[in-house]
């Protein structure tokens, strides 16, 4: 990475043009089909790489334009899951969701994303980061009907995010990213074999890695939650001084607007910290001074060599037009930080 301080980032997914899915919906069905389709996603991603860099954003991803949902697209590349045999089950003990079952051993018979990310490396000369879904999170998006085990299914899948996460290095992606929103959830599995699955998707790569840890997306069922959780949320406390420990390099946590206590970044002193300095639950864009004002309150918990401002979760859900509004301020939230770090 560049030695330019604050590298601007995102969680990951922007929203979809309304020609390609739904707006504003999760599961959103493609709105075009066969060969239209494949370009229709390709013309996402470019507009995707290309409004990040008017926002001034360092680290590119792909805005998750050629995927449906940030864990079912990746599941349902693999074979020993039905997807026509669906199950009902409570994600993140929160939501209902018609989710696929497992019914044999699973395995990646071919890659998922690496032509993806290979189209998007061709896009920009920019380092550019990669979602992949963290093993506890795409249990937690299943049936399962073969395993009968939490923990060896989640095994399973590490090993197979470690298959793709190789394969994604070498089509030059930057940074490798592993979503585990689950980790806010199941504190004593992220404890007995949450971390240690994590480690195993991300084992023996060379480039940086890093976890995602945040309270969802801006969806109802979400929010309804997060008004469960009391006026601190202490969450992370459990999670990070595992997460310290561990060989991930990258910590995208929450903190505008989220009642998340902001010295908790302390228990993650070392690693870098990709800090969501813009709110996702929310269509008010953020201004330049609010996204800056979260930044220098950060600084006092994390070294300014090691802070990525970025944004508190993905922005799929977003009109496209906030997403715009909001990828700007964190570019010029960012660059009134730095220049008040150069001076
Ligand atoms: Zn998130």
């Known amino acids: 990475m560049s030695g330019a301080l604050l590298p601007t980032s995102t969680a990951g997914s922007l929203p979809k043009p309304s020609w390609l899915a739904e707006p504003e919906t999760l599961w959103s069905p493609w709105k075009l089909q066969g060969d239209a389709l494949v370009e229709g996603k390709r013309d996402a991603l470019r507009i995707a790489v290309q409004e990040q860099d008017h926002a001034a954003i360092d680290i590119v991803s792909d805005g998750e334009q050629t995927r449906q949902h940030f864990v079912t697209t990746f599941i349902e590349h693999l074979s020993g899951v039905d997807f026509e045999n669906r199950e009902t089950v409570r994600i993140r003990n929160r939501y209902d969701a018609s989710v696929p079952t497992v019914v044999g051993a699973v395995s990646r018979e071919k890659p998922v994303f690496v032509e993806d990310a290979a189209f998007l490396r061709q896009q920009t000369d920019k380092p550019i980061k990669w979602a992949l879904p963290g093993p506890m999170t795409m249990i937690d998006t299943l049936h399962d009907r073969h395993y009968g085990s939490r923990e060896k299914l989640a095994w399973e899948f590490a090993t197979i995010l470690n298959q793709e996460a190789k394969e994604l290095e070498a089509a030059g992606v930057d940074i490798i990213q592993f979503d585990e929103p689950s980790f806010n959830v199941f504190f004593d599995e992220v404890q007995d074999w949450g971390v240690a699955a994590l480690e195993r998707a991300a084992e023996g790569l060379r480039v940086e890695t890093a976890v995602h840890i945040c309270y969802g997306y801006g969806i109802k069922a979400n929010t309804d939650w997060k008004a469960t959780l009391g006026s601190e949320w202490r969450q992370y406390e459990q999670t990070f001084p595992l997460i310290q420990r561990s060989t991930i390099d990258i910590v995208s946590l929450e903190c505008q607007h989220s009642h998340v206590p902001m010295d908790l970044i302390e228990l993650i002193r070392g690693k870098k910290v990709m800090l969501g300095a813009i709110d996702v639950a929310s269509e008010t864009v953020e201004s330049d001074e609010e996204v800056a004002d979260t930044l220098r309150k950060a600084l006092e918990f994390v070294d300014a060599e090691n802070l990525i401002p970025s944004t508190n979760c993905g922005m799929a859900p977003l009109p496209r037009h ?22």
């Not at 906030?322 to 001076?343: D, F, N, T």
């Open 322 to 343: 906030v997403a715009r509004g909001k990828l700007g301020a964190l570019g010029r939230g960012a660059e009134i930080v730095r220049r008040e770090l150069a001076s």
